[in-house]
């Protein structure tokens, strides 16, 4: 049997080029089937930044700031979810990247936006102006949120959130706020006024990673939904749940409450991407966003 010619270098240059384009394609192919609807985008401070990070045949390890950011399959291959805290700054910020040995950047840029000013009158001196002995205990509450806001699970997120309870939108998020007069941290999350006692419920599954009394945020508990994305329920009368606990959409976490600094009885919703607080409705499913009352002025 005769041999066959042997394959000169610049033709087989080429089939290894369209080799690398097929396979290349085979797995932006397999990416885009595992894309799922992302939140919605608003890169401002309290927003959401989604940022192309391009394709790789793994997950890229993404960092801003020093925190691990949620990456998922996307249209473009993979994306960053950067969740951005009300405190960011203004104009161009810079993602690290990582796939395998490799180490780039994408850049990403805030634009500005005005949150409205709410003044509130606290009639318990306390929780405006706390005792030294009160500082104390602040400060160890701090040290339990942080830890539980930073915390990380492989668990695949799911970014469409219901509703925890039912009830009229008191406060939105990010409000410049103002405690008898004195300024304080702007608005982290949502206010929903409800009757005390109205059940609260996950509005995605996860699992119980915390819960506790705080001096501020009285009868808490928090929620792990995977990569980084941690939602946070304050003021609560009762717990339902402990930590460990794996829950479901719909699950019955607590239940509505004015423990902690409140004026009335109410939720404060929090939602984290990255240890950084985000607006809510960001997520909310389009029958959660719809059904939530604009609050009372």
């Given at each position: 049997?005769?041999?066959?010619p042997?394959?000169n270098?610049?033709?087989?240059s080429?089939?290894?080029?369209?080799?690398s384009?097929?396979?290349?394609l085979l797995?932006?192919?397999?990416?885009?089937?595992?894309?799922?609807?992302?939140?919605?985008?608003?890169?401002?401070?309290?927003?959401?930044?989604?940022?192309a990070i391009?394709?790789?045949?793994?997950?890229?390890?993404?960092?801003?700031n020093?925190?691990?950011?949620?990456?998922?399959?996307?249209?473009?291959?993979?994306?960053?979810?950067?969740g951005?805290?009300?405190?960011?700054?203004?104009g161009?910020?810079?993602?690290?990247?990582?796939?395998g040995?490799?180490q780039?950047?994408?850049?990403?840029?805030?634009?500005p936006?005005r949150y409205?000013?709410q003044?509130?009158?606290i009639?318990?001196?306390?929780?405006?102006?706390?005792?030294?002995?009160?500082?104390?205990?602040?400060?160890l509450d701090?040290?339990?949120?942080?830890?539980?806001?930073t915390?990380?699970?492989e668990t695949?997120?799911t970014?469409?959130?219901?509703?925890?309870?039912?009830?009229?939108?008191?406060?939105?998020?990010g409000?410049?706020r103002?405690?008898?007069?004195?300024a304080?941290?702007?608005?982290?999350?949502?206010?929903?006024?409800a009757?005390?006692?109205?059940p609260?419920?996950?509005?995605?599954?996860?699992?119980?990673?915390?819960?506790?009394?705080?001096f501020?945020?009285?009868?808490?508990?928090?929620?792990?939904?995977?990569?980084?994305?941690?939602t946070?329920?304050?003021?609560?009368?009762?717990?339902?749940?402990?930590?460990g606990?794996?829950?479901q959409?719909g699950?019955?976490?607590?239940?509505?409450?004015?423990?902690?600094r409140?004026?009335?009885?109410?939720?404060?919703?929090?939602?984290?991407?990255?240890?950084?607080?985000?607006?809510?409705?960001l997520?909310?499913t389009p029958?959660?966003?719809?059904?939530l009352?604009?609050?009372n002025r």
């Amino acid at each position: 049997m005769p041999a066959l010619p042997a394959e000169n270098s610049s033709a087989a240059s080429k089939r290894s080029i369209v080799i690398s384009r097929f396979f290349a394609l085979l797995l932006a192919a397999a990416v885009n089937a595992h894309a799922q609807e992302l939140p919605r985008a608003n890169s401002v401070p309290g927003g959401i930044a989604i940022v192309a990070i391009g394709n790789a045949p793994s997950t890229p390890y993404v960092s801003f700031n020093n925190q691990r950011v949620m990456v998922l399959p996307c249209a473009e291959g993979w994306c960053a979810v950067v969740g951005l805290g009300l405190g960011v700054a203004l104009g161009e910020h810079v993602l690290a990247v990582s796939r395998g040995d490799q180490q780039s950047t994408a850049r990403f840029t805030i634009q500005p936006k005005r949150y409205e000013v709410q003044h509130v009158t606290i009639k318990e001196k306390r929780f405006v102006e706390p005792s030294p002995q009160e500082l104390k205990r602040i400060a160890l509450d701090q040290e339990a949120i942080t830890l539980a806001f930073t915390t990380w699970s492989e668990t695949p997120p799911t970014l469409r959130l219901a509703l925890p309870a039912a009830g009229r939108l008191s406060s939105t998020f990010g409000l410049q706020r103002y405690f008898n007069g004195q300024a304080r941290a702007p608005h982290s999350g949502l206010d929903i006024a409800a009757p005390e006692g109205a059940p609260i419920r996950a509005p995605a599954p996860g699992i119980v990673i915390e819960t506790g009394n705080y001096f501020f945020n009285g009868n808490t508990v928090f929620l792990d939904h995977g990569q980084g994305l941690i939602t946070m329920y304050n003021h609560l009368r009762t717990i339902s749940i402990r930590p460990g606990i794996p829950v479901q959409t719909g699950d019955k976490i607590g239940e509505v409450g004015r423990s902690g600094r409140v004026t009335g009885p109410h939720l404060h919703w929090s939602v984290s991407l990255n240890n950084s607080r985000v607006d809510p409705s960001l997520l909310l499913t389009p029958e959660a966003l719809e059904s939530l009352s604009p609050p009372n002025r």
